[in-house]
Structure formats: C-alpha cells, structure tokens
C-alpha cells in the first residue's frame, strides 16, 4: 500500500487550488501553524509521502519526515561495496591524469588557439608563422 499523499513538487491545496511558494501553510505531520510557515522555506516536501513537514518534524538522518521514518529501516553500507567505489574513483582520478598529460603536450596557435601538431611551423587556419 502506497503513503504517497502527492508527488513531489505538488503544492497542498487551499480551497481545491494548489498553493505556491510564499504561501502560509502548517506542517502536515504535527499541524503547527504560527503564521510563518512558508513552503520550501519553513516546510519541506518529504520524497517518501510528499507531506510538507517542518523542521521539528523532519528526519534529517534519513531524509524524510518523522512519520515516513518509522516505516524505512536504513540498509547499512557494505564495505566491498564501498571499496568498489573508491578503487572506481582512483581509476578515474589515473584517467583524468592521462588526459591532463596529453594536454599538455598539445600545440596550440599564439593567434588563434587553434590545437596544431608539433610539426606545425604555419597555422592551418589563420595562416601565420608559428615561432620555433
């Protein structure tokens, strides 16, 4: 059974028309309505449900409301999983290196910033004498 109350991004209703942001609304979960309450400033739209909560509501360890909170048990980390990920990054950190080497390595026009082999001694583009 779904606890979606609406979608996220969906405002509550006010009279059956969707409020907007700046308006005065309470938390969904405890009702607190102090006349401050601005959506997406005061309230946050929880991902599970899609209630707008305040902060005294809001799990902010499990990113969701307080209400949705008691169903989601957190699935703790799996540590070759975590590893998987680090050797994943170290690849593309050596990749990223590589392509910094070749870089460098490339020829670029004074006049024009075109890219050029390193045999070049003209511009293929803008015609000027490369220096030596």
Same mark, same amino acid.
């Given at each position: 059974? @779904?606890?979606?109350?609406?979608?996220?991004?969906?405002?509550?209703?006010?009279?059956?028309?969707?409020?907007?942001?700046?308006?005065?609304?309470?938390?969904?979960?405890?009702?607190?309505?102090?006349?401050?309450?601005?959506?997406?400033?005061?309230?946050?739209?929880?991902?599970?449900?899609?209630?707008?909560?305040?902060?005294?509501?809001?799990? %902010?360890?499990?990113?969701?409301?307080?209400?949705?909170?008691?169903?989601? %048990?957190?699935?703790?980390?799996?540590? %070759?999983?975590?590893?998987?990920?680090?050797?994943?990054?170290?690849?593309?950190?050596?990749?990223?290196?590589?392509?910094?080497?070749?870089?460098?390595?490339?020829?670029?026009?004074?006049?024009?910033?075109?890219?050029?082999? @390193?045999?070049?001694?003209?511009?293929?583009?803008?015609?000027?004498?490369?220096?030596?």
């Amino acid at each position: 059974m @779904s606890r979606k109350i609406r979608e996220l991004g969906q405002y509550p209703l006010k009279n059956g028309k969707p409020m907007k942001w700046g308006d005065r609304y309470y938390c969904e979960a405890c009702g607190r309505h102090d006349n401050v309450c601005n959506l997406g400033v005061d309230l946050g739209q929880c991902p599970e449900c899609g209630r707008w909560v305040c902060r005294n509501c809001w799990d %902010s360890d499990k990113g969701v409301c307080k209400v949705c909170a008691k169903y989601i %048990s957190l699935k703790p980390f799996d540590k %070759s999983e975590i590893e998987k990920l680090y050797k994943k990054i170290k690849e593309i950190e050596e990749h990223i290196i590589k392509i910094n080497e070749k870089v460098k390595k490339i020829n670029f026009c004074q006049y024009c910033n075109i890219p050029l082999p @390193s045999t070049a001694k003209y511009c293929g583009i803008c015609g000027k004498k490369l220096p030596q």
